[in-house]
C-alpha cells in the first residue's frame, strides 16, 4: 500500500526477541520506488510492467489488483517467471517488499545480487494480499540486483513492490547466542535462571564498575527508540544509549525485582553514527533482557497545559506507546507465549505495533481496535493500515467471516495459542464490527485512500456488516449478531470473558454494531457510493431504535437490559463490558435514562465488581468523554496513569504501563477526548470541542499529525480555541465547537453569527472557518 501521511525518516531495523465524507481521488500511482542506490520501475504495475520481463504464462492484469488498477500474475505450473534487473547506484542494505496473493503453495520470491541468491521465501497457499519482505539485501555501487516472483501449483497475484533502506539491527537481541555481539566486563555475563523470554539472559553482579554493551552502526537518518526488560535486586544501575561517545539518553534504574519495560528515546542518528547500548551497574543484581530498537513515530506531538498532570501523562503515555513499534524487515520470533516463551521459529516482521500481552508475539484485534486513535495521533498511519488489513485478508467464509484473534508480527500468520484451526479459535462478536468503525476512524486521521480502495478491507466491511450478521443470527433473528454461548473458541458474544452468562446477544456487541453500520455509511461515502452510504444510515438508525424501544427493556442502572441468553432470558444488572459499551457506542439514546446509567457505570467500575485488569478500565475515559462527562473521564484517565507501576494482574507482562494498550489509549484520549479533535483528513477538515476538566485553564497540542499537515490546536477554558495550520500543503476547514447556546462568537476578533449542532445530546455553537497553510485562526464563544 502507498502510505498517505507524513514523511518518516529512513529507519532503523527493530528486533524483538520474544459526519459524511467527500470521495477523493486515489493517488497517482508512482512511477518507481527510490530509497537510495536502488530503483525500482513500475513498482505498482500501473504502466503494464514497464521495466519487468515476462515468461510465458505471466502478465500483467486488471481483475485483483491489490492497489491501484493492475496487478501481475503467474499461472498455475512450473516454469513462470517475472522479474526485473536494477542497477546499484551506491552502497547499502535494502528491505525489498511486494504484496502477494496466491492459490496453491510452491512459488517464491527472490532477491539476486550478481545471480546469487540473497533472499528467497517460499510462498504458502493465501488466497488474500499479504506483504512480503526480503530483509538486508547488502548492495555496492554497480551490482546488479533481480527482483523475481517464480511460479508455484497455482496462480500467483504480485503487486506493490517495495524498497526501504534498512538499519543496522541488534545482534542477540535476547542473548539466545550467549553473548554473541555483545561485550562483558568481569562481574558479567549470560545465564539461564531467570529469562524475561525464550531461555537466556544477561546479567550484572552488584556493585560498581560493571557493564555489558553493544554497538551498532547507524546506516541512515532518523529518529529512534531503544528499550529493554530489566530487573533489578536494589537500584542504582543504569540504562544508557551513546551516540559517537556522547549520552543522549539514559534511565536510572530503580529496585525492582520482576521485570519491567525501560526505553530511551527519542534520539537521532546520521549515518556511520556509532551507537553504543548499554547496561551498567548499580547496589544489587540487574537481569537484562530483549532488547528492541525501534523508529520513533512519525510525528512527536506536544502537549503544554496549566494543569501540568495532563502534560506529564500525556508525555510518558506518547513515549511508551512509540517504544512499542515494530519495523517492517526486522526479525523476531512467532507463536511466543506464556507457555512457549521461544516460540516456534522467526519471521520477517512487517509494519505493526504492540497490541496485546508483551510476553506473546502478536498484536490481537481488541486492542488494535482499541489504539488506533494513539496510534493514528502519532502518526502511525502505516501501521494501522497494515495491521487492520491483515485482519482483514483473515475473515472468510470458511472462518464465517470472523476475523481470527490475534496475529504474529509477520502481519500473516495467526498466533497458535488462539488458533487452531478454521472452526477452533479466539472469536468474539464485537471485535469483527470494532475493525470496521476503527478503519474508518483511521480513515479520517489520514486520509489514505487506500481505506476505500484496498479490495481486502472494503470487502471485510461489507462481509462484517452484511453475511457476518445474517450467519450468526438464529438464536433470536433480529438483526442482531449473535455468539454461541459455548466460550470464546466458538464464538462469544461479549467482550467480558469472566462471566458464566451464556450470552447470545450482548451489549458490547449489538453497540459495537452500531458504530460499525455507521461507518460503513461513512466509508461508503468516502468511497463515492452515496445509494450506499443512505443504506447503511438507515440500518445503523433503524438497529438505535430497536435497541431504544425493544432490546434494552424500559429500565435504567440495573435494570436495564444488558443482553440476552442463548435461551432468550433477558440479562440486567452490571456486567463490565457488556454494560460500559452500550453508552460508549452512543447507542442508548440521549436523556435521563442514558444519564442514569452512565452514573451507574461510574459506581460499578469503582466497587466491589470492579474489574481487576487494568486494560478493562482504559474504556471508561472513552465511554464518559462520548457524553461531555470530562471531570469523569478525566479521573478514569488518572486512575490508569496512577496504576503504571503496579503489577499487572498477569504476571509475566510485568507492570500495567507495560500493557500497551495503557500508553495508547491514554494518548488518544488526549487527543480525542481532553482536546475533542474529531479528524476528517479525506475532506480536509476537522472539528473540535474543549473537554477540559474542572479547574484547568488552558491545555494545547503541537504537532499533529492529520491527513499531510501538522495542526498546533489550543482551547482556553470552554470557551477559546486557536488552531495553526503549522505544516502542509492543505487548507483545512475547521469547526470549531463549544457546548451551550449562543447567537455570536468572534473569529480573530470579528463577530459573526453562530450556527447550533447538537452531537449526542450535547447542544455545541459553532463556527466554521477556513484555515490557510501557515494560518493562525482564533474563534471565541466567550
Known sequence: MRPFRPTRAALLAAICLAASLAPIGALPPAAAVSPGALTVADPGFEQGGTGWNFTTGTGTATNNPHAGTRLAYLDAGAGKKIWQTVTATGDGSYDVSAWIATGAGGGAFTVRVNGTAAGSLALPSRAAYARYTLPGIAVHSGDQVEIAFTSGTGWINADDVSVAASGPAVANPGFEQGGTGWN????????????????????????????????????????????????????????????????????????????????????????????????????????????????????????????????????????????????????GPVNVDEGNTSGTGSATYEASYWAGYAHRSAFYSRDTSHQVAGAAALGLGTENLSMLGAFAATSTAEQQYYPVWALNFDDRTNLSIDYYGPTSFVREVPAAFDLVEQADKAYRWSGDPAWVEDRALWNYYRHATKEFVELHDSAKPNGVAEGTGNGIFSG???????????????????????????????????????????????????????????????????????????????????????????????????????????????QQAAGADRPANIEAYTYLPDTFFAHNRNDTAWKWMQYVYDR????????????????????????GQTVEGLMGVAPNAPARALATAPHLPTGTGWLQVSDLAIGHNTFTLRHDGATRSTLTNTTGTDAYSWEARFPGTRATVTVNGVARAATTRTVDGTVYSCATVTVAPGATVTVDAS
Open 492 to 602: 462469544a458474544a461479549s467482550y467480558d470473558e469472566s462471566g458464566g452468562e451464556h450470552f447470545a446477544e450482548a451489549g458490547d456487541s449489538i453497540g459495537s454494531q452500531y458504530q460499525a453500520f455507521l461507518a460503513m455509511a461513512d466509508l461508503a461515502a468516502g468511497k463515492g457510493d452515496s445509494a450506499l452510504s443512505a443504506q447503511y444510515a438507515q440500518k445503523a438508525a433503524d438497529l438505535k431504535t430497536y435497541f431504544n424501544t425493544t432490546w434494552s427493556g424500559t429500565g435504567s442502572g440495573a435494570a436495564m437490559v444488558r443482553g440476552y441468553s442463548t435461551g432468550g432470558t433477558p440479562i440486567t444488572g452490571w456486567g463490565k463490558e457488556n454494560s460500559w459499551f452500550m453508552p460508549m457506542k452512543r447507542i442508548i439514546d440521549p436523556g435521563p435514562r442514558n444519564d442514569a446509567y452512565l452514573d451507574y457505570v461510574d
Open 644 to 667: 503504571r507501576d503496579d503489577q499487572h494482574t498477569v504476571a509475566q507482562q510485568g507492570p500495567n504501563g507495560d500493557y500497551p494498550e495503557v500508553s495508547f489509549t491514554l494518548v
Open 184 to 331: 562483558f566486563t568481569t562481574g558479567t555475563g549470560t545465564a539461564t535462571n531467570n529469562p524475561h523470554a525464550g531461555t537466556r539472559l544477561a546479567y550484572l553482579d552488584a556493585g560498581a564498575g560493571k557493564k555489558i554493551w553493544q554497538t551498532v552502526t547507524a546506516r541512515t537518518s532518523g529518529a529512534y527508540n531503544v528499550s529493554a526488560w530489566i530487573a533489578t535486586g536494589a537500584a542504582g544501575g543504569a540504562f544508557t544509549v551513546r551516540v559517537n561517545g556522547t549520552t543522549a539518553g539514559s534511565v536510572a534504574l530503580p529496585a525492582r525485582s520482576g521485570y519491567a519495560r525501560y526505553t530511551v528515546g527519542r534520539f537521532g542518528v546520521n549515518p556511520g553514527d556509532q551507537v553504543e547500548i548499554a547496561v551498567t551497574s548499580g547496589t544489587g543484581w540487574i537481569n537484562v533482557d530483549d532488547v528492541m530498537v525501534s523508529p520513533a513515530p512519525a510525528v512527536d506531538p506536544q502537549v503544554t497545559s496549566s494543569d501540568p498532570r495532563i502534560a506529564a501523562l500525556f508525555d510518558w503515555a506518547k513515549r511508551k506507546a512509540g517504544s512499542w513499534v515494530q519495523l517492517p524487515g526486522s526479525t
